[in-house]
């Protein structure tokens, strides 16, 4: 069965750097979305993303967030100084343009900013 | 999106039905009823959802009061490997790629 998938799996980061989390969504998928989950707490949207454009985007995606799908099948999270907290689970997500809009969610990806 | 409650927990006996209302009394015509599930350390998973009339899949069926302000997630045999964060969420008809809004979820416990 077709997969999102994630990597890494854990990425650890010093305050301050670039991280960059990938993602390769469902082949056949249009539609995009990056999630964050806090330890304990609820999964938030960051953003939504088709034709090349972000459709929709939180509060929390601010200007250190920025979104990439620089080839036919990745598709990027990259947060240009991390800080504390952006520690959480990131969670990639696609689906098809279909009115009832199934998303997939790829296992995550766990950012540590120490 | 409306707004949905769900109790905090459950627990369930493994092997037995488990029933996990969503009550949604704001819930306007064109949303559909969707629920979603986290198992521990993993993304999300999608479930079931429906708009009106009850639905069954493979992994659950979910019935929807007739004035749709509720419905119930039902997991016809627990096992241990449902022991999860349910979450119902309710979506726009015309949000083709609208954002999944997820609250805190009922967190089903299953024993042995």
């Known amino acids: 069965e077709p997969e999102v998938t994630q990597t890494p799996s854990h990425q650890v980061t010093q305050m301050g750097q670039e991280v960059i989390l990938r993602c390769v969504p469902i082949?056949?998928?249009?539609?995009f979305y990056w999630y964050r989950q806090i330890l304990g707490q609820k999964v938030e949207f960051l953003v939504s993303?088709?034709?090349?454009?972000?459709?929709?985007k939180s509060e929390i995606f601010d200007d250190q967030f920025s979104v990439e799908r620089p080839d036919g099948s990745n598709f990027t999270l990259k947060i240009r100084s991390t800080k504390l907290e952006d520690s959480a689970m990131y969670f990639c997500?696609?689906?098809?343009?279909?009115?009832?809009?199934?998303?997939?969610f790829g296992a995550g990806t766990r950012l540590s900013v120490l | 999106d409306a707004k949905t409650t769900q109790p905090n927990s459950m627990e369930s006996n493994e092997e037995e039905p488990v029933h996990l209302p969503c009550n949604h009394s704001t819930i306007s015509g064109t949303d559909y009823i969707h629920w979603y599930r986290q198992l521990p350390s993993q993304g999300p998973e999608y479930v079931i959802h429906g708009l009106t009339s009850n639905v069954n899949n493979r992994m659950a069926s979910l019935a929807i009061a007739e004035d749709r302000k509720s419905s119930t997630l039902i997991l016809h045999r627990a096992t241990l490997r449902d022991a999860a964060v349910y979450y119902c969420i309710l979506r726009d008809v015309g949000g083709a790629n609208s954002k999944l809004t997820f609250g805190k979820g009922i967190t089903l416990s299953v024993r042995p």
């Open positions: 997500a696609s689906s098809q343009p279909l009115a009832k809009n199934i998303q997939y």
């Open positions: 082949s056949n998928h249009l539609y």
């Open positions: 993303f088709y034709n090349n454009e972000i459709s929709e």
